[in-house]
T-cell receptor, first 109, second 112 residues
Framework: NAGVTQTPKFQVLKTGQSMTLQCAQDMNHNSMYWYRQDPGMGLRLIYYSASEGTTDKGEVPNGYNVSRLNKREFSLRLESAAPSQTSVYFC????????FGQGTRLTVV | DAKTTQPPSMDCAEGRAANLPCNHS???????VYWYRQIHSQGPQYIIH???NNETNEMASLIITEDRKSSTLILPHATLRDTAVYYCIVRVSSYNTDKLIFGTGTRLQVFP
């Protein structure tokens, strides 16, 4: 039982480059979430998806897009990366409790 | 904005009980209180949750005041491995889904 799997674990981007962070869960949960965590701070909600085909903005959505093509997968896309997006990104899926992935450490230079 | 308030840091001696307080004065009647912890930079780990009644599991106990405006997470016998950041979260329910909005948490340091 893998739970929530994120790829990649580490990534370095140059300013202006684009990339997609992948997240998959095998628990058949409807709700999935993307958070970012900056050093010394708590997690901030970027986007969430209540079910397949639906997405909604969280606290800090600017600069990001998401896609929920099926129940299992929820991806986060940075179209034009900026240094301010250097952070650790966590994906989660929720039913009664939230299950988090191991995180993606992204550095934008 | 986060709906909870926690002290930024606490210390606890190994083997003693760690009592972590949380204020959630604007909580609504159907909103649950959740506790998670984060060790180093790993993904947050679920600890316990509750609505009105006190709850206990193998990891911790959760005491919620009668007016539900505050709660306390109790680690009965803290170990060095309990050193982590502990987040008290109110699960916000909207028309189609629930959200977990994190605050800044309490950094618990367990010392020998």
């Amino acid at each position: 039982n893998a739970g929530v799997t994120q790829t990649p674990k580490f990534q370095v981007l140059k300013t202006g480059q684009s990339m997609t962070l992948q997240c998959a869960q095998d628990m058949n949960h409807n709700s999935m979430y993307w958070y970012r965590q900056d050093p010394g701070m708590g997690l901030r909600l970027i986007y969430y998806s209540a079910s397949e085909g639906t997405t909604d903005k969280g606290e800090v959505p600017n600069g990001y897009n998401v896609s929920r093509l099926n129940k299992r997968e929820f991806s986060l896309r940075l179209e034009s990366a900026a240094p301010s997006q250097t952070s650790v990104y966590f994906c989660a899926s929720i039913r009664t409790q939230a299950f988090f992935g191991q995180g993606t450490r992204l550095t934008v230079v | 904005d986060a709906k909870t308030t926690q002290p930024p840091s606490m210390d606890c001696a190994e083997g003693r009980a760690a009592n972590l307080p949380c204020n959630h004065s604007t909580i609504s009647g159907n909103e649950y209180v959740y506790w998670y912890r984060q060790i180093h930079s790993q993904g947050p780990q679920y600890i316990i949750h509750g609505l009105k009644n006190n709850e206990t599991n193998e990891m911790a106990s959760l005491i919620i005041t009668e007016d539900r405006k505050s709660s306390t997470l109790i680690l009965p016998h803290a170990t060095l491995r309990d050193t982590a950041v502990y987040y008290c979260i109110v699960r916000v329910s909207s028309y189609n889904t629930d959200k977990l909005i994190f605050g800044t948490g309490t950094r618990l340091q367990v010392f020998p």
